[in-house]
């Protein structure tokens, strides 16, 4: 099993900047891929960003440029640097782990950009 813990959601003024942290554990040894998903009041889950275990990334077309995933392996934490904020970013951002085609979710962590 895989355990994930999201931190660093707040408040924040459009223009600004949050960094969202996802520390991973348990078997992470089959842990293939590494994303971040965010749901907004009343609308369904969608994709952010992924980082695979050989370093390939993607993003969604609405957060190319503004926002970075990356990892730090030994602390087992992957990291969504998110600038230039909007109000639409507002939602709850979860992080997600792919343990071979088991998918495991965080707890999410409540971002909300204010104009």
């Known amino acids: 099993q895989v355990q994930l813990v999201e931190s660093g959601g707040g408040l924040v003024q459009a223009g600004g900047s949050l960094r969202l942290s996802c520390a991973a554990s348990?078997?992470?040894?089959?842990?293939?891929?590494m994303s971040w998903f965010r749901q907004a009041a009343g609308k369904q889950r969608e994709f952010v960003a992924e980082?695979?275990?050989?370093?390939?990334?993607d993003y969604a077309d609405s957060v190319k440029g503004r926002f970075t995933i990356s990892r730090d392996n030994a602390k087992s934490t992957v990291y969504l640097q998110m600038n230039r904020l909007k109000p639409e970013d507002t939602a709850v951002y979860y992080c997600?782990?792919?343990?071979?085609?088991?998918?495991?979710w965080g707890q999410g962590t409540q971002v909300t950009v204010s104009s």
């Open positions: 348990g078997r992470l040894s089959r842990v293939n891929l």
């Open positions: 997600n782990a792919m343990y071979g085609s088991i998918s495991y």
């Open positions: 980082i695979t275990r050989d370093g390939r990334i």
